[in-house]
């Protein structure tokens, strides 16, 4: 039951995770404007460390006998960030924003899963879960940094 518990909430984070992969690469191409260099550069950095998180889930949920299904079809059917598209152009801070909800939502994903594991001692799923949460809490601090006006 608790193994279950651990498993559906990597299950959850691994597809939201998917999902904000694939928006933020799309940014990193369609991003234009005065801002295009930094924009196009941060979105790469971005893409690039979510594309790691995602076999690192992956392989934690395949370490824990469990099989992996993030299939088009699946992250379609099951992902709420999924449901948010923009239409390009676009200016890139409707692009920050829509990258901030993501990490806001894997911030809150990654956290469900402490109790779970603190129930039956798998620290090891915790330890990775903090990286991450760190992760997502340092990339809302950058975001709402660039969104910031003055
Ligand atoms: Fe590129």
């Known amino acids: 039951m608790l193994?279950?518990?651990?498993?559906?909430?990597?299950?959850?984070?691994?597809?939201?995770?998917?999902?904000l992969f694939n928006q933020t690469q799309h940014y990193h191409w369609n991003v234009v404007g005065s801002?295009?260099?930094?924009?196009?550069?941060?979105f790469e950095q971005q893409y690039q460390q979510l594309y790691e998180m995602i076999d690192e889930i992956a392989e934690r949920i395949r370490a824990m006998g469990?099989?992996?299904?993030v299939s088009v079809l699946t992250l379609a059917k099951n992902s709420s960030l999924c449901q948010s598209k923009l239409t390009y152009p676009v200016d890139y801070t409707e692009m920050l924003k829509s990258i901030l909800l993501g990490h806001i939502e894997l911030s809150?994903?990654?956290?469900?899963?402490?109790?779970p594991c603190d129930a039956?001692?798998?620290?090891?799923?915790?330890h990775i879960m903090s990286e991450k949460t760190i992760?997502?809490?340092k990339s809302i601090w950058m975001?709402?940094?660039l969104l910031t006006k003055l």
């Not at 801002?35 to 941060?42: A, R, T, V, Y």
């Open 66 to 69: 469990s099989f992996v299904d």
């Open 135 to 137: 992760f997502h809490e």
């Open 143 to 145: 975001i709402n940094s």
């Open 35 to 42: 801002s295009f260099k930094d924009m196009h550069e941060f």
């Open 3 to 19: 193994q279950d518990d651990r498993i559906n909430c990597l299950e959850n984070y691994l597809t939201e995770l998917y999902v």
């Open 120 to 126: 039956c001692g798998d620290y090891a799923t915790k």
């Open 108 to 115: 809150k994903l990654a956290k469900d899963i402490v109790q």
